[in-house]
């Protein structure tokens, strides 16, 4: 009898262990929830890897994320009250170190006119910037309509004439194009040169099984007995980027700030950060740095931005000109801010996501706002839920959310949402924008963020605000891309197996 309770206690010890085991390591390849291992085709088959961080995508740099004052905290010399200053958190995020250049925008097209211009010409016409936005009707600027966007002298230069909607576009482009590439350099498709029309890869019809690429690429081993035995990856499987997107107003503006820069004591590997902020950054460059640099060495005095000084000075005078630059300049000129980024006040204009509104600051949220939200969901089949097929230039078909299907999900204490936000909750309800008759502002007007080559200093300052019809195209706007960073807020544990991607691309 003893021996058989001895026996008893040590099988129960046994269990005991195995289940501590698998709760003393919150990422075993053990279900801290059931006990069950995972990755084993014998139970299952439920599939977790050793994801270790998000890469970071080509051009990119890590921001940051915190709270700040946004807003207009300097003069407001136009007396529009249209930015006022409030408290807002954004979370972290990555971001262009500069500008998307013309010879970026040009891959861009070379790739569409590749895969689309046999049976879809208009397709490639429809993204051509607007050279056109550089004349004026008394100055002499052709040189610049037939050659800024298409010379080699000016490859590495912001990209300009392309208008919100391109710019959206092309981020879908770029995100497609990133994913493809971290799939080829990890042996999941082989490089295919002829991809046309529907056959083109795309993220999102790679993960829903509508996209199989080339002849010997490999498979992920699907370990649900009940699989095919072979699989595409999927975002669980942590190798795919999400999106390249635009930025929001809210992250715009906080990533020019820089504030990064105004704490003394930062976190580091030997000691925690203190939740501390010395100034308010006028500019990008810092607390002591206005528009030229004041460290003495050899670049004292020189100018940190491309604008213009004042009426008819762009450049200043020969022999010393004051910012090099009589137009846009190369996308890695001047000093960069504390978060690494490149002519976030000056040289070109930026589009944001934002929609514009002068009083949206009345009811917006302060946890990562933004207005602009256009609410949509892939198109099932009714029958089996399954995915619509994909369409004749290989996008996934989507809707809008409609008004049942919010109100079915419509969480208590939450304001109602709409499928097309752009104008929810807009300031005064009784108010009507009354597009090209009393305003100009109506849902497809968007928020520019920065000053140009072409502006007074006043629009260096990252709280002023402008917009532009979403439509149109400006010889002094550009863009640059964002990306969500998923996970921990402070960048740690950043590499992944196979990473394909340095930290920081330069060109």
């Known amino acids: 009898m003893k021996r058989t309770l001895i026996g008893v206690s040590l099988l129960c010890i046994g269990a005991a262990t195995l289940f501590s085991a698998c709760s003393s390591n919150q990422y075993t390849g053990v279900s801290r929830s059931t006990g069950w291992d995972y990755n084993d085709g014998r139970l299952g088959g439920f599939d977790v890897p050793n994801y270790q961080g998000q890469q970071t995508g080509p051009g990119l740099t890590f921001v940051e994320g915190g709270r700040f004052t946004m807003g207009q905290v300097e003069e407001d010399l136009t007396m529009e009250r249209n930015n006022i200053p409030r408290t807002v958190s954004v979370s972290s995020f990555y971001m262009d170190e500069t500008e998307v250049a013309n010879v970026h925008y040009r891959e861009y097209l070379f790739w569409m006119s590749r895969s689309y211009g046999s049976d879809y010409p208009q397709l490639i016409s429809s993204e051509l910037p607007d050279t056109t936005s550089w004349r004026r009707g008394l100055s002499y600027n052709e040189p610049l309509v037939e050659y800024y966007f298409r010379h080699a002298a000016y490859n590495y230069y912001p990209v300009v004439g392309v208008n919100w909607y391109q710019a959206n576009r092309f981020c879908k482009w770029r995100s497609d194009r990133v994913n493809e590439m971290i799939l080829i350099k990890n042996g999941m498709l082989k490089k295919n040169p002829n991809q046309v029309n529907e056959d083109v890869y795309s993220t999102e019809t790679y993960v829903a099984g509508q996209y199989e690429g080339s002849a010997g690429g490999k498979r992920k081993r699907d370990l649900d007995p009940s699989g095919s035995g072979k ?6 499987d942590g190798y795919l980027l999400p999106d390249y997107r635009l930025p929001t107003e809210a992250e715009w503006e906080y990533a020019a700030l820089g504030l990064i820069g105004n704490n003394p004591e930062p976190a580091t590997k030997r000691r925690r950060g203190e939740e501390v902020l010395t100034d308010r950054n006028i500019t990008p460059w810092g607390p002591k740095e206005y528009l030229r640099s004041g460290v003495r060495n050899p670049q004292q005095g020189e100018f940190l931005a491309n604008f213009r000084r004042g009426k008819g000075d762009y450049m200043g005078t020969p022999g010393g000109l004051n ?11 001047y000093k960069p801010n504390a978060f690494g980024l490149y002519n976030m006040a000056g040289n070109v204009s930026e589009w944001v996501f934002d929609t514009y509104r002068p009083n949206t600051f009345q009811d917006a949220e302060d946890f990562r706002p933004a207005r602009g939200n256009v609410f949509s969901a892939y198109q099932r089949i009714a029958e089996d839920n399954s995915l619509e097929e994909k369409d004749s230039i290989g996008h ?10 919010f109100a079915q999900k419509r969480n208590s204490g939450f304001m109602v949402v709409k499928a097309d936000s752009r104008d929810f909750i807009d300031g005064d309800s009784s108010y009507v924008y009354d597009y090209g008759k009393t305003t100009l502002i109506n849902n497809d007007a968007r928020v520019i963020k920065g000053g140009s080559w072409a502006d007074r200093a006043y629009w260096l300052t990252p709280g002023t605000r402008r917009y532009q019809q979403a439509s149109m195209g400006s010889s002094t706007v550009g863009f640059r891309c964002v990306m969500d960073r998923l996970g921990s807020a402070n960048g740690k ?11 920081r691309s330069r060109r």
């Open 231 to 236: 699989r595409n990856l999927s975002y669980s």
């Open 396 to 405: 996934l078909p989507r809707r809008l959310f409609t008004s049942d299907e």
């Open 323 to 333: 910012d090099n630059a009589d137009i846009p300049a190369d996308v890695f000129s």
């Open 493 to 503: 544990n950043t590499s992944h197996p196979g990473n394909v991607f340095s930290t």
